[in-house]
């Protein structure tokens, strides 16, 4: 069993930062990737971004030089530092790992 607890999600203005936290426990030592994944409202969840535990690192086009994923392996959290915000930036932000999600963080970022 996994557990990811998100933290980090607030209101925004457009062009502004937030920083994401997702800390994981539990059956971390299986855990090989982990990402974030997000869902606007009257909109399919859909991926962002996703980071191996080898540090290798993939980004939808979307967000591609405004967010950046990172983690650290000692406190078994990984980061999204979401940079440029936009109005459709706005969504509930869900922390993953394979068969695993966090309860979810709403981002708002309004114009």
């Known amino acids: 069993q996994v557990q990811l607890v998100e933290s980090g999600g607030g209101l925004v203005q457009a062009g502004g930062s937030l920083r994401l936290s997702c800390a994981a426990s539990?059956?971390?030592?299986?855990?090989?990737?982990m990402g974030w994944y997000r869902q606007a409202p009257g909109k399919q969840r859909e991926w962002v971004t996703s980071i191996t535990s080898g540090g290798n690192t993939n980004y939808a086009d979307s967000v591609k030089g405004r967010f950046t994923i990172s983690r650290d392996n000692a406190k078994n959290t990984v980061y999204l530092q979401m940079n440029s915000l936009k109005p459709e930036d706005t969504a509930v932000y869900y922390c993953?790992?394979?068969?695993?999600w966090g309860q979810g963080t709403q981002v708002t970022v309004s114009s």
């Open positions: 539990g059956s971390i030592f299986s855990i090989k990737v």
């Open positions: 993953w790992c394979p068969a695993y």
